[in-house]
């Protein structure tokens, strides 16, 4: 089994920066893909960004492509979500989440991920 705990979310105004954390625990030696999704207030669940298991390929939804940046430390088992010029339509719960199977590499799909964390609000006024 794996854990997964989100922090660094909170308010922030528009055009702000925010910066996510994920510490894994548990099996963390059978993780690969580390991906970010969030669900936004009445909306489904979305990918937001992917880094592969050695954290030198990664991969961003159109939508956040330019301002956000992922990144993985294997090292302490922690993934980030460096997010910059947030924008009212990015306030969402963001999910971490962790993929124990060896796929093609991005994966955009939720399915694609066995291990979650609880979430982490993230609210950015306008």
């Known amino acids: 089994q794996v854990q997964l705990v989100e922090s660094g979310g909170g308010l922030v105004q528009a055009g702000g920066s925010l910066r996510l954390s994920c510490a894994a625990s548990?099996?963390?030696?059978?993780?690969?893909?580390m991906g970010w999704f969030r669900q936004g207030p009445g909306k489904e669940r979305e990918f937001v960004a992917a880094?592969?298991?050695?954290?030198?390929?990664?991969s961003y939804a159109d939508s956040v492509k330019g301002r956000f940046s992922v990144s993985r430390d294997n090292a302490r088992n922690t993934v980030s979500l460096q997010m910059s010029s947030l924008k009212p339509e990015d306030t969402a719960v963001y999910y971490c989440?962790?993929?124990?199977?060896?796929?093609?590499?991005?994966?955009?799909?939720?399915?694609?991920?066995?291990?979650w964390g609880q979430g982490t609000q993230v609210t950015v006024s306008p």
């Open positions: 989440a962790a993929d124990r199977i060896f796929r093609i590499f991005p994966q955009r799909v939720s399915d694609a991920y066995e291990y």
């Open positions: 548990g099996r963390t030696f059978s993780i690969y893909t």
């Open positions: 880094v592969s298991r050695v954290g030198n390929r990664t």
